[in-house]
């Protein structure tokens, strides 16, 4: 089962992929993880936890930080949508104004910002989810929704003014 690790650690054959992992007799193999000891893993373990806290500070202080990365996670794509709306106002300038030959680009740029605007709005949501701030996730929801409402209204507007 175990055939394409090296053989041995003398051994100069590389294996499949450049793996550095070493033959070990299946038995012995299936009875460590991956070949380690418990013992080796709870030192990993400790070492990690270490290097956690000391990125990281208190648990109290980690707790914040994790809660301030979900709360900037539903911000970002929020950001996306507001750009989008830009986007789709726009388009419909380059409709109105531009080439009457190329209305039809400006109709697809609009609606290709619709559907961003739409898949940044369903990131906010989902990362919505995971925060626990009841305010906050309140601002953001009606913010997202009025949003939304606006880029459908406005996707309307614009293509309104191309005539196929």
Not at 25 to 51: C, L, P
Not at 90 to 109: C, E, H, P, R, Y
Not at 142 to 149: D, H, R, Y
């Amino acid at each position: 089962m175990f055939s394409w690790f090296k053989k041995d650690k003398t051994d100069k054959e590389v294996s499949p992929g450049g793996s550095s992992i070493y033959r070990h007799d299946e038995d012995a193999f299936s009875k460590t993880k991956m070949g380690y000891s418990d013992a080796s893993i709870e030192g990993v373990r400790e070492i990690r936890g270490e290097i956690y806290d000391e990125y990281f500070g208190t648990s109290a202080q980690a707790e914040t930080a994790v809660k301030d990365a979900i709360k900037h996670a539903a911000l970002v794509p929020l950001e996306v949508a507001r750009n989008a709306l830009v986007v789709i106002d726009l388009a419909g300038q380059a409709i109105l104004k531009g080439n009457k030959n190329a209305a039809s680009d400006g109709a697809v740029a609009a609606m290709n910002a619709r559907t961003a605007a739409l898949a940044a709005l369903y990131n906010v949501y989902i990362n919505l989810s995971s925060v626990d701030d009841v305010g906050f996730v309140e601002r953001l929801t009606q913010e997202a929704k009025v949003l939304q409402n606006q880029v459908a209204e406005k996707e309307k507007e614009v293509l309104s003014h191309v005539s196929v």
